[in-house]
C-alpha cells in the first residue's frame, strides 16, 4: 500500500472550511478525492452515480464544517463518514445496488487511503474478522461494505433491530483491539 509521506491536517482544513476559506476544500478534495470516490462507488456500485455523491457530499462538507467536532473523531473520519453517508442516502432513495461478492473482500484493505496509521493489510483484516461468529461477521460486512441499514440487515438475517446494533457495535470494538 502507497504511504503518503505529506503532512496533511485534516481537522485544520474543515476549520478553515468553516471560516469560508475556498482553498481549504479544494486541498481536502485533491487529498481524499479519488479514494472518496471509491468509497461511494463500493456503495453505490454505478460510477456515475458516485459522481453525484462525491460533489453532494462535498457540498454537505462544506455547508457542515462548523459542525465538526475534533473531540469527539478525527476530521479524515469526518469527511469520509459524510460520503459514506451520503452513498447511502442515494442507495436508500430506490437506486439498485449490486452486493459485494465475498472474493471482493480480499481485496478491501488495499483499496483502503493510506494514513499515518499503521497499515492494514488484508491478512490481518480477514484474520480479525474470521474472529467473530460468522452472524456478527455478516453484520458488520453488510454495513460497512454493502452500506446497508441497520434495519436493512436486521431483516436480512431475521433478527431484532436492538441485536444488530449490539453486534455491530461489539463486533468493531473486537476489531479495534483485534487490529491494534
Aim: proline letters at 4%; charged letters at 30%; aromatic letters at 6%.
Amino acid at each position: 500500500m502507497p504511504v503518503r509521506s505529506d503532512a496533511f491536517d485534516h481537522d485544520a482544513a474543515l476549520q478553515a472550511c468553516a471560516r469560508g476559506e475556498r482553498f481549504a476544500l479544494r486541498a481536502l478534495y485533491e487529498r481524499e478525492g479519488r479514494w472518496l470516490l471509491g468509497v461511494a462507488r463500493r456503495i453505490v456500485r454505478d460510477a456515475a452515480v458516485a459522481e453525484d455523491v462525491l460533489q453532494d457530499a462535498f457540498l454537505q462538507i462544506w455547508q457542515r464544517a462548523a459542525t465538526f467536532d475534533p473531540a469527539l473523531g478525527s476530521g479524515r473520519g469526518w469527511v469520509y463518514t459524510v460520503v459514506r453517508h451520503q452513498a447511502i442516502k442515494v442507495v436508500r432513495s430506490g437506486e439498485p445496488v449490486e452486493a459485494l461478492e465475498p472474493d471482493e473482500l480480499a481485496g478491501l484493505a488495499e483499496r483502503l487511503p493510506a494514513t499515518d496509521e499503521p497499515a492494514l493489510d488484508a491478512a490481518s483484516l480477514e484474520r480479525c474478522l474470521d474472529r467473530l461468529d460468522a452472524e456478527r461477521r455478516a453484520c458488520v460486512l453488510h454495513a460497512f461494505v454493502d452500506g446497508y441499514t441497520h434495519e436493512q440487515i436486521a431483516r436480512q438475517l431475521s433478527a431484532p433491530l436492538g441485536t444488530i446494533k449490539s453486534w455491530i457495535r461489539r463486533s468493531l470494538l473486537s476489531l479495534r483491539e483485534c487490529l491494534a
